[in-house]
């Protein structure tokens, strides 16, 4: 395995023009995996410290951080992330913050999960970025508040160990913890800003929560099912197809480039587990003139099954929910959407219930989530 390039220092200052043309950033393999702090999914910011300059809020936001070099409001230069004022010390004679000083933020994932990395994106903090950064992990049930949180009976595991980072830079780590986690506690020393915080890796849905569903949409991130590959990410990943809710623009779906050639597109997902499928829904919401032509779907049982259809090649309809009833229940554990020849669909949604199987297998997750069996 290649290491995860770091980047240290304060960027250059910013001179003018586009202001991610000098922005660090490198290939982060685990950026495939699902953003597990996506506020689509459910994911917030519950509290922090310190926020005196900008929002910790700011830190989820689905898009990149922008940069106004003009925007300045009656604390200073109003900036796209989380900033914390200027630590100091305790006297004249120490006026420099203690070793261990730092702010802090906490996050509710938007579903419980093993982690595979973060990266912690510093777009824009240039000189006014955190020296380290660290990130701590902790599984609590329900909807603790913040003071529950930081209660001492709360056992946080170390994700990312206290690290140097840089500026205007995306600091990608990967996590090799198999555990499954709730919330995440955000570290930087002593003070400064991060624009934006991703948590990548693989939703670990609670058994006793979808028994309760008893139908539901089994390829549902929130629900434990995720994309194995796709043919083409150009403008948009293939996630967004298994996001809660209804796309509200072009861009909140999966559309792909267009084709000059005879060939077609397609995405694979994984399955919370092993299921019997009883409807599909195929949604191209927002998507007007650049929506899937005609849409085919397979299930196959078991990574050396059969690809076998459940629903044929159908014409899809631009900005529209479209909603199918199998004729018999088809069981399986993973899935794949082909759409012909290009474009795009916002939502797929794959409504069933867990087999006897697929139900043990998620029992046995929820208990031990490194175990990636099925």
């Keep these: 395995m290649t290491a995860t390039p770091r980047f240290t220092g304060s960027a250059n200052p910013y001179r003018g023009g586009d202001p991610y043309a000098d922005y660090r950033t490198a290939d982060l393999p685990f950026t495939r995996a699902a953003d597990l702090a996506d506020r689509r999914l459910g994911a917030g910011v519950v509290a922090a410290n310190d926020e005196f300059f900008a929002q910790r809020e700011n830190l989820l936001v689905p898009e990149r951080a922008e940069f106004d070099p003009g925007h300045f409001g009656h604390k200073g230069k109003v900036m796209d992330g989380w900033e914390t004022r200027r630590r100091r010390g305790a006297s004249a004679d120490h006026p420099w913050p203690a070793a261990d000083d730092h702010d ?13 990395g973060v990266v912690v994106d510093t777009a824009h903090f240039r000189g006014n970025h955190p020296r380290e950064v660290s990130v701590e992990g902790a599984r609590v049930p329900g909807s603790p508040s913040p003071r529950e949180l930081l209660a001492d009976d709360v056992e946080w595991t170390t994700l990312v160990p206290r690290t140097a980072v840089g500026g205007h830079a995306a600091n990608g780590f990967a996590v090799d913890v198999e555990q499954c986690f709730t919330h995440l506690r955000l570290n930087q020393y002593p003070d400064g800003g991060v624009a934006r915080l991703r ?17 539901f949409d089994v390829v549902a991130l929130e629900n434990g099912g995720r994309v194995e590959d796709a043919s083409d990410l150009f403008y948009s990943p293939a996630t967004h197809t298994i996001l809660p809710g209804r796309s509200r623009r072009m861009d909140d779906g999966w559309e792909t480039r267009r084709r000059r050639d005879r060939g077609h597109d397609w995405i694979r997902y994984r399955l919370a587990a092993r299921s019997r499928i009883r409807a599909v829904e195929i949604d191209t919401a927002c998507l007007k003139g650049n929506s899937a032509g005609w849409a085919s779907v397979s299930v196959k049982d078991g990574e050396d099954g059969e690809w076998t259809g459940i629903l044929p090649r159908t014409r899809l309809q631009p900005d529209t929910d479209h909603r199918f009833v199998l004729p018999a229940p088809a069981v ?6 082909d759409i012909f020849p290009d474009g795009g669909i916002s939502r797929l949604r794959l409504f069933g219930s867990l087999t006897e199987e697929g139900a043990a297998a998620v029992a046995a997750r929820h208990r031990e989530p490194g175990d990636r069996g099925r």
């Design 199 to 215: 948590v990548y890796g693989e939703v670990v849905p609670d058994p006793g929560w979808l028994d309760a569903l008893g139908t």
């Design 332 to 337: 399986g554990t993973h899935a794949r959407v």
């Design 104 to 116: 802090w933020a906490l996050i509710r994932l938007g579903a419980p999960g093993v982690v595979r």
